[in-house]
């Protein structure tokens, strides 16, 4: 009963920042100090709690890095004018017609060539939105097409890092995982298309020609600007690490800024820390970025990983884990496995922890581990961006500056989750239905 009550005032403690508006960074602060107080009254001693936050910080190590780099590169490529390039150019050449299902498709491609998430909204989707803000499109549409395409490459590309966690979980083949992956996305793939092209039904997209002209007379345009985000690309292809890949993005961008926009090294240094801003009409276009753009991120993933000891070394999830054994025998999996993952999301910081905490709720209550691996990619792979905190959906969103609420635009999200969860009740009902004949 105790860790029912510690865990409801878990959620109510985040509900309340999010509908006051409190600093989310403070409201995962309290619930580390919770957690601490539930490891107290269950007799870990302070030294052993110490250790439990800094065991879960530490496993977030080079994540942290990683998103320090991402905000420099996105400072250094606005200084460099690649941002400036791309949407200069961009803006020429996409179709608004189409506009939402084309962002959605290019950044689909990258994150299936590439398998990575962060890494699809750390280049395409950075020049998905600064397109789409040039264009006047709404930003949470824009914002979730991208993220849905993200997401398309992290659920279901051979490279995925998500994909080879869960097969090995599950003990299962990976290819074989990937085959039933795209057996049940095609639906939810045409439906999604078919959504963003509703939405972009009757727009008159109004482009920002001032705002777009004045960045050409700002910037000494050159096709090698295009060079830094094509590398991360074909360096993530190749399966180069990904810390050493953004470095070396980063040198080439502050190369290009010194060489070809005549940039001193105090503007170099000044664009990788604050970011880059200008104040005339093209700014809102290529303004942005810098490490310290990222430290609000840095904040929620460094504390919210401080979880990840608590859940592993205490008896907190013990009760929960067996009233959702009683609920598999009565209920579809897809439906109690879309349910539970939502809420270990709520609790996890990430995507890895919510993958391995739906893993260990489930796997005593399914026989098939082939079932339960592709059970598991079409719920706690995709619902862990559905929660504002979890930096599943929140770290792309922050990459490439859409609103937080695009999370609930990202209609591939919606239709993996809905459609698979309709086909595991049918299949309850029909089989419930033989077994009573």
């Known amino acids: 009963?105790?860790?029912?009550?510690?865990?409801?005032?878990?959620?109510?403690?985040?509900?309340?920042?999010?509908?006051?508006?409190?600093?989310?960074?403070?409201?995962?602060?309290?619930?580390?100090?919770?957690?601490?107080?539930?490891?107290?009254?269950?007799?870990?001693?302070?030294?052993?709690?110490?250790?439990?936050?800094?065991?879960?910080?530490?496993?977030?190590?080079?994540?942290?890095?990683?998103?320090?780099?991402?905000?420099?590169?996105?400072?250094?490529?606005?200084?460099?004018?690649?941002?400036?390039?791309?949407?200069?150019?961009?803006?020429?050449?996409?179709?608004?017609?189409?506009?939402?299902?084309?962002?959605?498709?290019?950044?689909?491609?990258?994150?299936?060539?590439?398998?990575?998430?962060?890494?699809?909204?750390?280049?395409?989707?950075?020049?998905?939105?600064?397109?789409?803000?040039?264009?006047?499109?709404?930003?949470?549409?824009?914002?979730?097409?991208?993220?849905?395409?993200?997401?398309?490459?992290?659920?279901?590309?051979?490279?995925s890092t998500s994909a080879l966690l869960v097969a090995t979980l599950t003990k299962t083949d990976l290819y074989k995982n990937l085959k039933n992956m795209f057996r049940t996305c095609i639906i939810p793939l045409v439906l999604t298309i078919l959504t963003y092209q509703i939405f972009n039904l009757g727009i008159d997209a109004k482009i920002d020609n001032g705002g777009i002209n004045l960045i050409k007379e700002i910037f000494n345009f050159n096709l090698f600007l295009m060079v830094p985000p094509l590398s991360i690309i074909l360096l993530s292809i190749f399966k180069v690490d990904l810390k050493i890949n953004m470095l070396i993005s980063i040198v080439l961008s502050i190369f290009f800024a010194a060489v070809f926009q005549n940039k001193s090294a105090s503007e170099i240094i000044k664009a990788l820390i604050f970011g880059f801003h200008i104040n005339s009409d093209a700014g809102k276009l290529i303004n942005g970025g810098g490490f310290i753009s990222m430290l609000k991120m840095l904040l929620i993933v460094g504390i919210s990983s401080g979880y990840f000891g608590f859940f592993k070394e205490t008896q907190l999830l013990v009760g929960v884990k067996k009233?959702?054994?009683?609920?598999?025998?009565?209920?579809?999996?897809?439906?109690?496995?879309?349910?539970?993952?939502?809420?270990?999301?709520?609790?996890?910081?990430?995507?890895?922890?919510?993958?391995?905490?739906?893993?260990?709720?489930?796997?005593?209550?399914?026989?098939?581990?082939?079932?339960?691996?592709?059970?598991?990619?079409?719920?706690?792979?995709?619902?862990?961006?559905?929660?504002?905190?979890?930096?599943?959906?929140?770290?792309?969103?922050?990459?490439?500056?859409?609103?937080?609420?695009?999370?609930?635009?990202?209609?591939?999200?919606?239709?993996i989750v809905l459609i698979n969860t309709l086909a595991s009740v049918i299949e309850f009902r029909k089989t419930r239905n033989m077994r009573n004949k």
């Not at 105790?2 to 920042?17: D, Q, S, T």
């Not at 460099?80 to 299902?101: D, E, K, M, Q």
């Not at 084309?102 to 990258?110: E, K, L, P, S, W």
């Not at 803000?133 to 997401?151: K, T, V």
């Open 1 to 159: 009963m105790f860790e029912i009550c510690i865990l409801i005032l878990f959620m109510l403690n985040l509900f309340v920042a999010i509908v006051f508006k409190i600093q989310l960074a403070f409201a995962l602060f309290l619930n580390l100090m919770l957690l601490s107080f539930y490891a107290y009254i269950k007799n870990f001693s302070l030294r052993e709690i110490s250790t439990m936050i800094y065991t879960g910080i530490k496993s977030t190590k080079t994540i942290l890095i990683v998103f320090s780099l991402i905000g420099m590169i996105i400072g250094i490529w606005r200084l460099s004018g690649t941002i400036a390039y791309i949407i200069y150019h961009g803006t020429s050449l996409i179709n608004p017609r189409f506009f939402y299902v084309g962002i959605f498709i290019f950044n689909a491609i990258i994150s299936f060539l590439t398998g990575t998430s962060f890494g699809t909204a750390s280049t395409a989707g950075i020049i998905s939105m600064s397109i789409s803000n040039a264009m006047s499109f709404n930003p949470l549409i824009s914002g979730g097409a991208i993220l849905s395409g993200c997401f398309f490459g992290d659920r279901s590309s051979p490279m």
């Open 323 to 415: 009233f959702i054994k009683k609920l598999f025998s009565k209920f579809p999996d897809m439906a109690i496995m879309s349910i539970m993952s939502i809420l270990i999301s709520v609790f996890s910081s990430n995507q890895t922890l919510s993958i391995m905490l739906t893993y260990e709720m489930a796997r005593e209550s399914y026989k098939d581990n082939e079932k339960l691996a592709l059970d598991i990619e079409n719920t706690a792979v995709m619902t862990a961006a559905y929660i504002p905190w979890n930096i599943a959906g929140r770290t792309p969103l922050e990459m490439f500056g859409a609103p937080i609420m695009s999370l609930y635009f990202s209609f591939y999200h919606h239709y």
